[in-house]
Structure formats: C-alpha cells, structure tokens
C-alpha cells in the first residue's frame, strides 16, 4: 500500500475515536525540511500522494520556455519527470489561477473530455474568470500591503485593481499610475492609495501652527516609497544603501548593490522630492488614512533628520534613476519621469516576469524574486568567485522580451507558462531525486496553500460558506474581502496558516506544527464536515443511495480525483456500518491528507 493509502486508512477511524495515532502519521508531511528547497519538499510530499499512470510518450516541447527548460537538461543529462495526469493538471491549474479547488462535476467533465486541445482551453477559461481576477487581486493587496493606513480608500484601491486585471490593463501603465498619482483625496483617486500606505507618521504632537503636513514624516515616506518601488517592481533591495554605501556592507550578499553609494539612493528618493503627503483635518483632527498628496515641496532634503534611517549626511538631491544615472527631462513632473523611466528599463521586465514564474513554478529564475544582483546576470562577466543567478538567463531574456512585445500584459504571461509542458510536468519523479535537479525545474514543485487557498477549499469541498466583511457585506470566500477581516477561531485558523496581516512583506506559507492540530480539531473544519446545516455531506448521502456514489463524490469535490479501490473498499465499509458518520469521517479524513493541503 502506498503512503498515502495508509494515512487515510488510519485517518478514517480517527476523527471519531479522537486518535492522535493520524498527527503522528500525518506530521512528517508538513514539518518544514532544514533546507528551504522546494525540490526536497516535492519529493516528501510525492511520496505521500497515491499512485498515478505515468503519461505515454515523449514530452512535447510547446514553446520557447520549453526549448530553454528542456534543452538545458538535455545538455546536462538530468532526467525530468513526466507530464502531469489530467487530474493533477486540473487541480493544479484551477488553485494556481483562481486559488479554489474545482468543484467534482467540474473534474469529472474535465477527465472526461477527449479534445486533445482541453488544456489550452481551459488555462484561457481560467483567466477570463472572475475567480481569476479575485485571487491576483488578493494577491497583489497582499504584495502591496494594502491596510488600514488607507483607511476607506483600501476599497477603491481593491476595486482599481480587479478592475486592471479584468481587463488586462498593460501593467507598465498601472505602475506609472501608482507612482506619479496625485489626488485631492485618496478616498477618490484610487492609485494614490499606494503612496498613502507607506507614510510614516511623525513624532506624537509634531505638528506646529496647524501644519499638519508635520503629521507626516515627508523625507522617511520618501525613502520607504523607493525601497517599495526598487524591491516590487525592479526585484532589488536598496534597503541597505538607504542607510549607508554598499562598500563594506554587502560584499557577501550582492555584489552590484556594494558598488551603490547611498548618495545615489538620495538621488533616487529625490524623484519624489516634491511630494508632499497631508492628512486631511476635520475638527482640528488630522485623519491620518485621508490624505491630499501633490507635489509642492521644495525637495528632497539630503541633510534632514530621519526616524528610521542613519541620519542623512547632505549631498546633491538631483533625481537619477539608480540603475542608468539618467535625470528627469527639463520641465517634466519628476515622478511621472521616474515610472517612465522604472518601466522602460529591461529590469522592470525581468522582475515582473521572474515574480510570476516564481509563483507559478514554485521558486523564481532568480530566488528570491526580490533580491537581484544586476552583477551576476550575464555569463559571460560573472564576477570573480561568485555564481552566475539566474538559472536560466536566456529564458528570462526571452520571458522579458515577451511580455514587453505583447504590451506588458499580464494575463500572456501566465498563459505562455503554464501552456509550456515545463510547467505541466508531475510533481512525481520516477527515479532518483538529486538535489541538483532542482534549479532545473526536473519536476513540478508542490508548494502548500495559503490560508486562503486552504479555507477557501474547505468552503467548496464540504460546501458550508465562509463569512468575510467586504465594504457593508458579507462574502463566502476569503479571496473575495479585500483585506484579513476574520475573527475568534476563524482568525487563529487563518494567522496559523500565514495569513498575512499586511503590515510587513508577505511571505511564502511555511509548516508549522500548529497546523496539522488545527485540522484535525478546529471547529473550522469539524464543524464543516457533519452533515447537517445544508453540508455537501448532508446532500450527498440525501442525493445518492448507493455508498459507493458518495464516496466517489466526496473524493472528487476534495481532492479532485477518483479514489482508488483500495480506498474505495475501505471507505464504502465505513459507510455501510453507519452511513451518516462514516461520510463524515471520510470527509474529515480527505481534509487531513498533504495532498489536500498542497498544490502539486
């Protein structure tokens, strides 16, 4: 018997005996491994999940990001997985995508289709959804760490941008847009949101005379705006050099950034000079999430006092964009020159497309996706005892030149990897797995749900809606709010899966101990699984007669699959010796399983 079949042989009895013999089995899948290396983590999890066909034949090279993937293994001689089943393709496809678990009906039309084109058709079906546009929406309030320092203009903000993905607005224009806004009030230009998130409060009682422009620290909002910028939208940390120059700092960690002076990130932060930041005043209150942002200011002071920085210690405050040296044309707003500039750059390509492969993927061509060193790009000038970075440089080329020929959009991004058969590999590996392999993507890498993955697919798989503060409403589905809005046990669920709560950078879902509790016990997920309160159990075992059905219907709208027999065979007993707990236990059993918990 496999792994897997086991742990849902033991899982199946547990719920109702309240067994801890299923933590046992079960923790070993989600314990982080000592090397973060999603290789590692895939064949862990693999190991776990049931036996599958390996698909017939030779692997079909689709694209260019095929001929790159495949043709350096090939050169290498590493070994790659197979494709993936249709089964494993229509789950990973859908989280991916649209972050929700297919409903059964859906996977059994999907299997069931013989058009050899289904795949391509339903990547193109996935992202004109609106699912589609709630998941990358989410995703993107998270990256941007939109919260309540927007105060109401958190909701035009969420709204402007489901409304850029929708329509697949070209994405250079959207960043201009957030970096050159102005506004009489965020609360109605929505782009302005962005530059009102990152203002860093002044000194309690700084503001004098009524100016409450004191209210605001201009210069730190300046610096904390170009760190923002550098890292999401060129995928380099200047964090370092808005302290202090690079040399004899980063000489271990980036060799390009130890050549910056802070001077030059002055030079970068005085594009921004003129802005100003002002917290509208009512009552002679400041409201510190309504602000007027314009650009009136007289410029960026090289010599100003800082609250979170080393203090500044004077020099030229002439803006220059920090990878060109290039200056803002004579007359032209100097921000609007500087998402000119930002965008028009190759760096700007390279990072929105590494960002998404990354994602995609389950590591990025350069890792973390953040943290480029423009030094160590080209193979043919790599430094002296360092390590070329990318793993793939002429892919990234290649994915860069792409996106910027088809118009800087999105949406061609995603359709152009996950069409390729790199992404469409099984994250099963028939033989020997080399930690070598990994930055050749061999396999599919597994990467676990995040808390709203995870809870938006326990509300489609037992069918018992979620409740989430969406403006003046309610929505089912975590993805669907535009900020972290759950509370009591729905919050420590949610926090225990790495939920962000959007005041530091996100970061990927990391295992914890907590979480395998959580599962088995939490009201989040028992609660779900009996059936009573309109439950998928409760409708399935009213809907079908035979055991058999129920199970098969339990397997599919859980994990997206059909059980095996041997899982079949044992979870029809458990139904026909007391129908009404047995389904509940083998929804609670199929709940537990890593192959739940994780896309792969």
């Given at each position: 018997m496999s792994k897997a079949f086991l742990l849902f042989a033991v899982s199946v009895a547990a719920f109702a005996q309240g067994d801890d013999t299923f933590a046992g089995a079960h923790a070993p899948l989600i314990q982080p491994s000592k090397k973060p290396d999603p290789g590692a983590l895939t064949a862990r999890v693999a190991a776990a999940l049931p036996s599958a066909p390996n698909a017939a034949g030779r692997v079909r090279r689709v694209n260019f990001i095929d001929d790159q993937i495949f043709g350096k293994m090939e050169r290498d001689g590493v070994p790659h997985a197979p494709l993936s089943t249709d089964a494993e393709f229509f789950r990973r496809i859908n989280l991916d995508l649209t972050g929700r678990i297919p409903a059964a009906s859906e996977v059994q039309d999907f299997l069931a289709d013989k058009n050899p084109n289904k795949r391509n058709q339903l990547i193109d079906k996935l992202l004109a959804s609106e699912a589609f546009v709630e998941k990358w929406s989410y995703f993107y309030m998270d990256l941007l760490r939109a919260n309540g320092k927007m105060s109401r203009g958190v909701q035009l903000f969420h709204y402007w941008i489901k409304e850029a993905l929708r329509s697949d607005r070209p994405y250079d224009d959207l960043v201009r847009s957030m970096i050159a806004s102005s506004a009489k009030s965020n609360l109605v230009v929505a782009a302005s949101n962005l530059i009102v998130r990152e203002h860093?409060?002044?000194?309690?009682?700084?503001?004098?005379?009524?100016?409450?422009?004191?209210?605001?620290?201009?210069?730190?909002?300046?610096?904390?705006?170009?760190?923002?910028?550098?890292?999401?939208?060129?995928?380099?940390?200047?964090?370092?050099?808005?302290?202090?120059?690079?040399?004899?700092?980063?000489?271990?960690?980036?060799?390009?950034?130890?050549?910056?002076?802070?001077?030059?990130f002055f030079a970068f932060a005085s594009f921004l000079g003129k802005t100003r930041y002002i917290p509208h005043t009512e009552d002679t209150q400041a409201l510190m999430g309504h602000f007027i942002v314009d650009d009136n200011a007289p410029g960026y002071d090289t010599k100003g006092s800082s609250m979170l920085r080393t203090p500044r210690w004077g020099g030229p405050n002439t803006p220059a964009f920090p990878l060109t040296g290039e200056?803002?044309?004579?007359?032209?707003?100097?921000?609007?020159?500087?998402?000119?500039?930002?965008?028009?750059?190759?760096?700007?390509?390279?990072?929105?497309?590494?960002?998404?492969?990354?994602?995609?993927?389950?590591?990025?061509?350069?890792?973390?996706?953040?943290?480029?060193?423009?030094?160590?790009?080209?193979?043919?000038?790599?430094?002296?005892?360092?390590?070329?970075?990318p793993s793939h440089p002429e892919l990234l080329e290649l994915l860069a030149k792409d996106f910027r020929a088809g118009n800087f959009k999105l949406k061609n991004v995603f359709r152009k990897i996950c069409q390729s058969s790199a992404y469409q590999l099984s994250a099963r590996y028939p033989g020997e797995w080399k930690e070598n392999y990994t930055s050749y993507f061999a396999r599919k890498f597994v990467r676990m749900?995040?808390?709203?993955?995870?809870?938006?697919?326990?509300?489609?798989?037992?069918?018992?809606?979620?409740?989430?503060?969406?403006?003046?409403?309610?929505?089912?589905?975590?993805?669907?709010?535009?900020?972290?809005?759950?509370?009591?046990?729905?919050?420590?669920?949610?926090?225990?899966?790495?939920?962000?709560?959007?005041?530091?950078?996100?970061?990927?879902?990391?295992?914890?101990p907590m979480q395998p509790l959580l599962l088995m016990r939490s009201p989040v997920v028992t609660d779900r699984v009996l059936a009573e309160k309109d439950s998928r159990v409760q409708n399935l075992l009213a809907a079908?007669?035979?055991?058999?059905?129920?199970?098969?219907?339990?397997?599919?709208?859980?994990?997206?699959?059909?059980?095996?027999?041997?899982?079949?065979?044992?979870?029809?007993?458990?139904?026909?010796?007391?129908?009404?707990?047995?389904?509940?236990?083998?929804?609670?059993?199929?709940?537990?399983?890593?192959?739940?918990?994780?896309?792969?």
């Open positions: 860093v409060e002044g000194k309690p009682g700084q503001a004098i005379d009524g100016n409450d422009i004191s209210k605001v620290h201009q210069l730190d909002t300046h610096d904390e705006l170009a760190v923002l910028y550098g890292k999401t939208f060129l995928g380099i940390n200047f964090s370092c050099v808005s302290c202090h120059d690079g040399e004899g700092h980063l000489e271990k960690v980036n060799v390009y950034l130890t050549s910056k002076k802070r001077r030059e200056k803002p044309r004579e007359g032209a707003e100097p921000r609007e020159e500087l998402g000119r500039m930002l965008t028009a750059h190759p760096q700007f390509a390279r990072a929105t497309v590494n960002l998404f492969w990354a994602r995609l993927m389950g590591r990025g061509i350069v890792d973390p996706y953040d943290e480029f060193d423009l030094a160590r790009q080209d193979p043919r000038t790599i430094p002296e005892g360092w390590q070329l970075q749900l995040s808390a709203e993955e995870v809870h938006d697919a326990l509300v489609t798989a037992t069918g018992r809606p979620g409740s989430f503060k969406f403006g003046n409403e309610k929505v089912p589905m975590a993805m669907q709010a535009n900020t972290p809005s759950a509370s009591g046990e729905l919050k420590t669920f949610m926090t225990a899966f790495g939920q962000s709560n959007r005041s530091n950078p996100p970061r990927p879902p990391a295992a914890s079908h007669q035979e055991n058999g059905k129920v199970v098969e219907e339990l397997f599919l709208g859980t994990l997206a699959r059909y059980p095996q027999n041997d899982e079949k065979q044992i979870a029809v007993s458990a139904l026909d010796k007391d129908r009404v707990t047995g389904a509940q236990n083998l929804q609670w059993a199929l709940l537990n399983l890593a192959e739940f918990l994780y896309n792969y």
